[in-house]
């Protein structure tokens, strides 16, 4: 087995998980290998695992598909997830150079970098059920002036400013109790709503601002990004399940909701049609008016985008984010399939430059995007994007035996048809001929050099004088186990690398391998 440069992530997603496997192409894009989904419902409640042993199956039914797939073992993943407790938090800190500005020797350098770096890695959480998942510096100043890179300028003071991701420790707890057993090494956990904008927004988005809104199943992520780093991330308890909840208190009874909400996907009710829906069976078949579902439709989409544009006028208001944020609004994940929904925004993000429904348009390579993902799939391409930057997941894979026309992808013993019908005729003309020298001779062990001649070399074998019957399922059974056990020794010499022809060949010298236990 060896180490393959392959990267495997693990979406939590509140309705539908998805785990992929893919790798870095020369062009620094992303290949998707292939890409498992399982659908996990009622298992999450905003983001968080309720259900450990469901979760665990489902996370283990994609481990196995994938390794089935592509012939490999998977032993280690990035885990994204989603929950309502991430938050960010944000330190101002500072140190004095050394020297004056009147000798010119308070130049920054690498000390001055690591003597904050050092004073932010022993940053104390304000509660205790707190866990840091990262933290960067978003800006550094040199005075009063902001730099790019503070290194070689003069100043009396740096200053730096860091951003804090943090959850409660809960939620990793429950993500390593549903891994347990599954025989994988978690290499990170990844917060989806710090990556969003990976696969979503363009270079120019990133430099000069951008607000990526996620509208996913039971939270709405929101993640702010300017100058190429992520400025400000939240979950909000608020999804697109809502939707369902407020059509079905509009009159529209539970199994019926998905149905009258896929036939009134409208979020601007005007747009949508004055017609009558009928749903139900039979007798109690009842009708809605598209164009009031999508009312409702609008109501809460509207609700929605107002909580979000108030944060972001809050943190404009508070400096958090920079006078000169120029925000492109990129809405991405399943409610952004609803019909209108930018025009929709447009009306509620007025200081926005620009809004549109964003797709996994960057960092993949463009067939991967065809044939292994959704153009909405903005979360799990993002989780891969930044998992790449991080380093590569140790991915066993399995070697292949050829033997002739046939081939084994996994350890083992394994023929040709031709050679697997060739050697059952040859069984069974084998122990067809002991049968009738046993029922010719009355007893196989009273003629031994008759047993022998029309036996062939099965006839080593010493039935004690049992029946016909009884001879022939020893003959299958011992013939059975020698196969088990050349296939062990094809499996022992693999593993230590070793000719498989040579273990075959000793097999049949009677040189049996030493790690083979028993015998005939």
Known sequence: MSKNQRIVVLDLASRHMSMAVCS????????VEERVTEEVKDCMKFGQITNNAYVGNAIRKMKTSLESKLNIRITELYIGFGDSSIKTHRI???????GTSTNATNEIKQKELDTLAARFADVKLSQDDLMMLTKYPIEYRADNEVVENPLGRYADRLHATYNYITCVQKTIKLINNAVRGLNINIK???PNVTVLHLATASDVERKEGA????????????????????????????????????????????????????????????????????YGAGNRRSEVIVRNVALVIQARLTDIFTQINDVVERLRKEKWIPENFASTIIL??????????????????????????????????????????????????GIMIYAATLGSCFVEQNKEVKRGNSVTRSVGLTVSEDEYAQNNTQIADDANKVGESTTNDN???????????????????????????????NIFTKIKRIGIELTKSITSSVENDTDINSVIDNDKTGKRDKNIKGGL
């Open 188 to 190: 990170g956990y990844i």
């Open 211 to 278: 607000v990526i809104i996620d509208l996913g199943e039971q939270l709405t992520d929101v993640e702010i990004v300017y100058n190429d780093k992520v400025w400000y991330a939240i979950s909000i308890p608020t999804g697109m399940n809502s939707l369902d909840f407020d059509i079905n208190m509009f009159g529209v009874p539970t199994q019926y909701v998905p149905v009258v909400r896929a036939n009134s996907n409208y979020a601007i009710a005007e747009k949508a049609p004055n017609e009558s829906f009928q």
């Open 332 to 381: 991405t994940g399943g409610g952004s399939n609803i019909k209108d929904i930018a025009e929709l925004a447009t009306t509620i993000f007025t200081t926005a430059v620009d809004v549109r429904v964003g797709s996994c348009e960057y960092g993949l390579d463009a067939e991967s995007v065809t044939e292994n993902m959704d153009g909405h799939d903005a979360t799990l391409a």
């Open 92 to 98: 101002v800190d500072f140190v004095y150079t050394q």
């Open 443 to 473: 007893s196989s062990s009273t003629k031994p050099a008759d047993d022998k001649k029309d036996g062939g070399e099965v006839n080593d074998i010493d039935f004690g004088g049992q029946d016909v019957d009884k001879q022939k399922d």
């Open 24 to 31: 870095v192409l020369e062009d620094k894009t992303i290949k």
